[in-house]
């Protein structure tokens, strides 16, 4: 996504070879015009699946899952984070380790919310190391639904997380694919045809 690369040049922050500050335009303050751009691009990518309802996990995943829920038309649903154990049965739960921070948290969604007649797409801010999306997508084998596949904003693609759903049969498609950075300088790899 042309516009969406264009922005990251001129506005993002490259604090090492592995992190990206977006917090201008995307993630602490956002710039909502973009974001609902990125949630039509995400419908035109997979609007020809019969999507039943958008997923993300809390917190920067919110606005994209948003957007693209407006998109297409459907609910969106974020799963909470929680350090402290939940109540047991009624919401799906599932660890995962945040590599960036350190720390492992409990992903949860309640199973009123997702179940065998829902038909998922997953939306994130960053895909990097794959923790989380491979915890969601778990939850939504766990829930007898099916993922038609995720989608990413920004994609770190010398993490591994790509590799790690697409070991899963997962179908990602991210609008901004890096293929390195350091200060001063950022690598796109070319638009996926789609
Ligand atoms: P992920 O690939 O499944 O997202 O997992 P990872 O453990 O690698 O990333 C941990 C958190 O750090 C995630 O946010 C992810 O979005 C964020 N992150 C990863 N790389 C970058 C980066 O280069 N820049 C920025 N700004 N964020 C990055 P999270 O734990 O889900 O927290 P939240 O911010 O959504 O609340
Ligand atoms: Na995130
Ligand atoms: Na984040």
């Known amino acids: 996504m042309k516009v969406l690369e264009e922005r990251i040049r001129q506005d993002g922050r490259?604090?090492?070879?592995?992190?990206?500050?977006?917090?201008?335009?995307?993630?602490?303050?956002?710039?909502t015009t973009l974001v609902l751009e990125i949630g039509r691009e995400f419908a035109r990518i997979f609007g020809g699946r019969p999507i039943t309802k958008v997923l993300t996990i809390e917190a920067s995943g919110i606005q994209?899952?948003?957007?693209?829920?407006?998109?297409?038309?459907?609910?969106?649903?974020?799963?909470?984070?929680k350090k402290a154990v939940t109540?047991?049965?009624?919401?799906?739960?599932a660890?995962?380790?945040s590599f960036t921070r350190g720390e492992s948290y409990l992903v949860s969604i309640s199973r009123q919310y997702l179940g065998?007649?829902?038909?998922?797409?997953?939306v994130d801010d960053f895909l990097a190391t794959g923790a989380a999306l491979v915890c969601l997508a778990d939850i939504v084998q766990?829930?007898?639904?099916?993922?038609?596949g995720v989608g990413c904003v920004i994609e770190?693609?010398?993490?591994?997380?790509r590799g790690?759903?697409?070991?899963?049969?997962?179908?990602v498609h991210a609008l901004a694919r890096i293929a390195s950075m350091a200060p001063g300088e950022i690598v796109f790899i070319g638009n996926e045809a789609v």
Request: glycine share 6%; aromatic share 8%.
């Open 64 to 81: 994209f899952a948003m957007a693209a829920s407006i998109a297409l038309g459907v609910p969106f649903v974020y799963a909470k984070k």
């Open 87 to 93: 109540q047991e049965g009624e919401v799906y739960s």
């Open 116 to 122: 065998p007649d829902d038909k998922v797409l997953i």
């Open 156 to 161: 770190k693609s010398f993490q591994e997380g």
């Open 142 to 148: 766990e829930s007898g639904a099916e993922l038609l």
């Open 14 to 31: 490259i604090l090492s070879n592995t992190v990206l500050k977006v917090d201008s335009f995307l993630n602490h303050q956002v710039d």
């Open 95 to 97: 660890p995962v380790h």
């Open 164 to 171: 790690l759903l697409e070991e899963r049969g997962i179908e």
